[in-house]
């Protein structure tokens, strides 16, 4: 095992501690231990402004001929009362007509022919119709604010994530280390020896839920932030009534995102979509407060060293910069953990540079026989199967005879393997020296004498 660590990180590898209340941090409630953004009091104190607030409401009035200031409230996510002091104000401007009285600030309206006009003069410009923007300003404060609150990752937590592999306590160690800190992590050896496992397992030290927005507002331009397929909302509420949140918000369980050979340098920025005319954010941002793994790197489509240099700035400063269509450069969060595997040669992926901008460095090499053995017997032990006496120096000595290197992904192959023997020939599921023989063949690809069934097989 290989283990390296830089001897003293940059101070701004590290999540920030100790932050000031900062500005632009939204108004923050709590319950017991239990924080969320406040939901806003008045129309004239949300952050991103009325007239954002006032042309997205135009935008949804026109997409349907009548609508409830409730059914506003629910889709723009956003207090009642507030919404009613919108709809009263396009009312003036002759943008909604007012069709009756539903309920206490609960009224029928329907979109004026100028309010459709007008409208569709905004979709030309930004088609995004939704719950209502924060500013970026209050995602990177709230971002910020929630990374200086975050549980603490302790050895013992990694361990118990980590206890399904077999690993080195050195190993362990360096995985801890990087949890904890927040700092990045590179895991490199030889394939099919646990990198993927350990940089997914880890995700499940960061304890903790996190609030994002649905959406962010950068000047007229909208960013979707929330993702459907890779938040998860958490099941734990407040204790409070919910409309004392805002929930422009959504409080959600840490992220894990995974990108492997599909990555490209486009992925890494905003995606902007001509049709519908708002940006979704790149992967990164939308792991924010969360863990971010980069697989197989190395065998993306784009050159190494240029994906690299995309990750130096935010590895160094904790930012990263991104570009809106209209060429104009934005300033968001790089509040994440960064975990990096390859199999390759460490020298022909990565330079220097990049490398002491990584927090740490693990060498996940090739398991002994000792390992190699115990993985097995966990295995089997797992999916309720007995390795029969003698069975286990079998294998091992094959290894030897045949000059395979041993690999930790191995035995759940082997044992898969045979489990399909097992299930093919209508028998029960059983680790027998014939069955593993003919996993062993249909694995490794090895010409079988005598061709046939094994025995006891059918």
């Known amino acids: ?89 396009l009312k003036k401007d002759q943008l909604v007509e007012v069709l009756g009285q539903v309920g206490p600030f609960n009224y029928r309206y329907a979109s004026s022919q100028r309010g459709r006009d007008h409208a569709a003069r905004l979709i030309e410009i930004s088609g995004y119709i939704g719950p209502a923007p924060v500013s970026l300003a209050a995602y990177r404060a709230m971002i910020e604010w929630q990374q200086t609150r975050r549980p603490a990752v302790s050895l013992e937590t990694v361990r118990r994530v980590l206890a399904p592999l077999v690993l080195p306590d050195g190993s362990v160690t360096v995985a801890a280390l990087a949890a904890a800190s927040g700092r990045s992590l590179f895991l490199f050896g030889p394939s099919g020896n646990g990198k993927t496992s350990v940089g997914t397992m880890l995700h499940n030290a960061l304890e903790g839920d996190l609030w994002i927005p649905h959406c962010i507002a950068a000047g007229s331009s909208f960013i979707r932030m929330f993702d459907a397929q890779v938040h998860r909302p958490s099941e734990s509420g407040p204790a409070a009534p919910a409309a004392k949140w805002d929930r422009r918000w959504l409080r959600i369980k840490r992220p894990l ?38 697989d197989d790197f190395g065998r993306q489509k784009v050159e190494p060293h240029a994906l690299l240099n995309r990750w130096i700035v935010p590895l160094e400063r904790r930012v990263d910069f991104l570009t809106l269509h209209t060429g104009q450069k934005i300033q968001m969060p790089f509040e994440v953990m960064l975990v990096v595997s390859t199999n390759l040669k460490v020298s022909d992926v990565a330079d220097p540079a990049f490398l002491r901008r990584m927090g740490y460095r693990l060498h996940l090499q090739r398991p002994d026989a000792a390992a190699y053995a115990e993985i097995f017997l966990r295995y089997a032990n797992g999916v309720g199967m007995r390795v029969p006496s003698g069975l286990m120096e079998k294998i091992l000595s094959r290894y030897r005879i045949e000059g395979r290197d041993l690999r930790a992904s191995e035995p759940r192959d082997l044992i ?43």
């Open 1 to 89: 095992m290989s283990l390296k660590a830089e001897d003293s990180p940059a101070k701004s590898d590290l999540p920030l501690h100790g932050l000031a209340e900062h500005p632009d941090l939204p108004p923050i409630e709590e319950s017991g231990d239990f924080c969320a953004p406040a939901a806003p009091a008045k129309l004239d104190k949300i952050d991103v402004g009325v007239d954002t607030l006032r042309d997205l409401a135009v935008k949804l009035a026109s997409t349907t001929p009548q609508l409830t200031t409730e059914w506003a409230a629910d889709q723009m996510c956003l207090p009642m009362h507030i919404v009613e002091d919108l709809f009263w104000r």
């Open 257 to 294: 995102i995974i990108s492997g050979g599909e990555m490209t340098l486009e992925e890494m920025d905003l995606i902007y979509s001509p049709s519908l005319r708002y940006y979704e954010s790149p992967p990164h941002v939308k792991a924010n407060g969360g863990l971010f793994l980069i």
């Open 416 to 458: 898969e393997r045979a489990r399909d023997i097992c299930s093919l020939h209508q028998r029960a599921f059983e680790l027998t020296e014939d069955v593993v023989e003919l996993a062993w063949e249909g694995y490794f690809g090895n010409p079988r004498e005598p061709e046939g069934t094994p025995t006891g097989v059918g």
